[in-house]
């Protein structure tokens, strides 16, 4: 019974990231037509724009951030592999569970500066320092919500991990995890 539970907790961490991190990924053909307009307008138009500056490099930090939880579930992260990959899976586990333990703790800061950044945001009403000057409350909040999946997702392996230490064999197999 509490395996069911596991993988079911697991398996909605993975569709979480999997929904979050493929919505993130739209954002690149927006920034690309941004980025283009931008362009367009500064040589063929003669009148370049005020906001596009800006609009991009907030959608380049929602997609670098919010794709994070998602590079981790399809373990896309660095790894040092000279070491990791000369033993056994049981090792491989624990250094799991250490980097994941520390991922979390880093995560944790991040959420707490982001919460007081974006409680800063509000109160002095924080704007980036152009001509457009869009107000900078949302990216804490897309902060706190990307680190908030980081964490779910670096839990969620976590989760696999201790199992597979405590059980020698896998909560969820890793072919699952892409959600097809």
């Known amino acids: ?19 979050a991190g493929r919505l993130a990924s739209l954002l690149m053909p927006l920034l690309a037509f941004v980025v283009a307009y931008e362009v367009f307008s500064r040589y063929a138009l ?5 906001w596009a500056f800006d609009l991009s490099l907030f959608m380049f930090g929602y997609m670098a951030a919010l794709g994070g939880a998602y590079a981790q579930q399809k373990r896309a992260h660095i790894n040092v592999d000279i070491l990791y990959l000369k033993v ?24 707490m500066v982001s919460v007081g950044k974006y409680e800063e945001a509000i109160e002095f009403d924080y704007r980036r320092q152009t001509e ?7 990216f804490w909040v897309m902060m706190i919500i990307a680190a908030g999946l980081f ?3 670096l839990s969620r392996d976590l989760l696999n991990e201790l199992f597979y230490i405590v059980t020698s064999r896998v909560l969820i197999e890793e072919e699952n995890r892409d959600g097809n």
């Open 46 to 50: 003669g009148s370049p724009t005020v």
């Open 1 to 19: 019974m509490f395996e069911i539970i596991l993988i079911k907790l697991c398996s909605f961490i993975d569709v979480i990231v999997m929904i």
């Open 132 to 138: 457009w000057a869009p107000p900078m409350f949302h």
């Open 151 to 153: 964490i779910a997702q």
């Open 88 to 111: 056994s899976h049981k090792t491989r586990s624990v250094f799991n569970l250490i980097s994941f333990s520390l991922g979390i703790f880093f995560l944790v800061i991040i959420i």
